[in-house]
């Protein structure tokens, strides 16, 4: 096996799209809101449960026709409650040829509170009910809110599943060797949709072209994890900038546009992940 790092047919930039597709326990909504003025303590927000399932009614549909459109295939992060309250999404997303990550039952679910055996019992529920909706089981985790713990790695590999997409301490995926066997930890962004809720979305132009330029020029064999999400990335001023980035990372054919699960295939037939950070990009002593 190679032991140089590289993506296929020799992209200089892989670029991997997820869609958060998220939904929040009965009567409960995120901690966030577009609102500046929030309510007291134990009164039911209905106006941002409401906003909160605007993925499912509407985002979910323009994420779709926008990456159709680019014909790019994303990893749509699905909460399973989402099938309960909305089915017909779901099952687009399979249909329109795009993959469904497991992402928790509900997003304040999380796994941070569970023991050991709820989190392992949560983690197959799951996988569960995507492979008896859509017929497909999923083949990546991320935890809602990231709030894993020290056993979940660990209960994801003992559930079959190949990817683990809540890291934050690397950029390029890597091995992950946990007693189950092995994981394809993939990073994640820190930067989402979410950071613009009470700014401009151009904000969010400006981050991802930025990144893009730099890693482009300086740092040849990287990867962008592209985070938006359906209730919040799927409305239309959203959506137009997701567009806006599409096409000017698009202008470049060294570009790979590519899912977590064909990232974890690729690591997996190469034989091992990005290596430390100098030994991909030596630095030039200083006279």
């Given at each position: 096996?190679?032991?140089?790092?590289?993506?296929?047919?020799?992209?200089?930039?892989?670029?991997?799209?997820?869609?958060?597709?998220?939904?929040?326990?009965?009567?409960?909504?995120?901690?966030?809101?577009?609102?500046?003025?929030?309510?007291?303590?134990?009164?039911?927000?209905?106006?941002n449960i409401r906003w909160s399932q605007y993925g499912g009614?509407?985002?979910?549909?323009?994420?779709?026709?926008?990456?159709?459109?680019?014909?790019?295939?994303?990893?749509?992060?699905?909460?399973?409650?989402?099938?309960?309250?909305?089915?017909?999404?779901?099952?687009?997303?399979?249909?329109?040829?795009?993959?469904?990550?497991?992402?928790?039952?509900?997003?304040?679910?999380?796994?941070?509170?569970?023991?050991?055996?709820?989190?392992?019992?949560?983690?197959?529920?799951?996988?569960?009910?995507?492979?008896?909706?859509?017929?497909?089981?999923?083949?990546?985790?991320?935890?809602?809110?990231?709030?894993?713990?020290?056993?979940?790695?660990?209960?994801?590999?003992?559930?079959?599943?190949?990817?683990?997409?809540?890291?934050?301490?690397?950029?390029?995926?890597?091995?992950?060797?946990?007693?189950?066997?092995?994981?394809?930890?993939?990073?994640?962004?820190?930067?989402?949709?979410?950071?613009?809720?009470?700014?401009?979305?151009?904000?969010?132009?400006?981050?991802?072209?930025?990144?893009?330029?730099?890693?482009?020029?300086?740092?040849?064999?990287?990867?962008?994890?592209?985070?938006?999400?359906?209730?919040?990335?799927?409305?239309?001023?959203?959506?137009?900038?997701?567009?806006?980035?599409?096409?000017?990372?698009?202008?470049?054919?060294?570009v790979w546009f590519t899912t977590h699960t064909e990232i974890?295939?690729w690591v997996r037939k190469l034989g091992h992940g990005g290596?430390?950070?100098?030994?991909?990009?030596?630095?030039?002593?200083?006279?």
């Amino acid at each position: 096996m190679d032991k140089q790092f590289h993506w296929p047919h020799g992209k200089r930039l892989a670029v991997s799209i997820l869609a958060m597709f998220e939904v929040w326990s009965e009567g409960n909504s995120p901690q966030y809101s577009v609102q500046t003025t929030g309510l007291r303590a134990g009164t039911t927000d209905h106006s941002n449960i409401r906003w909160s399932q605007y993925g499912g009614e509407v985002g979910v549909y323009r994420i779709l026709k926008t990456l159709g459109d680019f014909g790019l295939r994303g990893t749509f992060c699905t909460s399973a409650r989402c099938i309960e309250l909305f089915p017909a999404a779901v099952s687009k997303i399979v249909h329109y040829g795009h993959e469904i990550g497991a992402h928790g039952y509900t997003q304040d679910g999380l796994l941070a509170y569970l023991t050991p055996q709820e989190q392992k019992k949560l983690i197959r529920d799951n996988v569960s009910a995507f492979e008896t909706h859509t017929g497909r089981r999923p083949r990546g985790w991320i935890s809602p809110v990231l709030a894993w713990t020290p056993e979940t790695f660990d209960l994801v590999a003992a559930e079959g599943l190949e990817w683990y997409g809540d890291l934050n301490n690397f950029d390029l995926p890597r091995i992950l060797k946990v007693p189950s066997g092995e994981l394809v930890g993939i990073p994640v962004t820190e930067f989402s949709d979410l950071r613009v809720l009470r700014s401009s979305p151009r904000d969010f132009f400006d981050f991802y072209k930025d990144v893009f330029d730099y890693l482009y020029v300086n740092e040849p064999v990287s990867n962008i994890t592209f985070v938006t999400h359906c209730h919040w990335g799927g409305r239309p001023a959203l959506v137009s900038v997701l567009r806006q980035v599409l096409e000017y990372m698009s202008r470049f054919p060294d570009v790979w546009f590519t899912t977590h699960t064909e990232i974890a295939e690729w690591v997996r037939k190469l034989g091992h992940g990005g290596g430390p950070y100098l030994d991909r990009h030596p630095v030039k002593p200083v006279a």
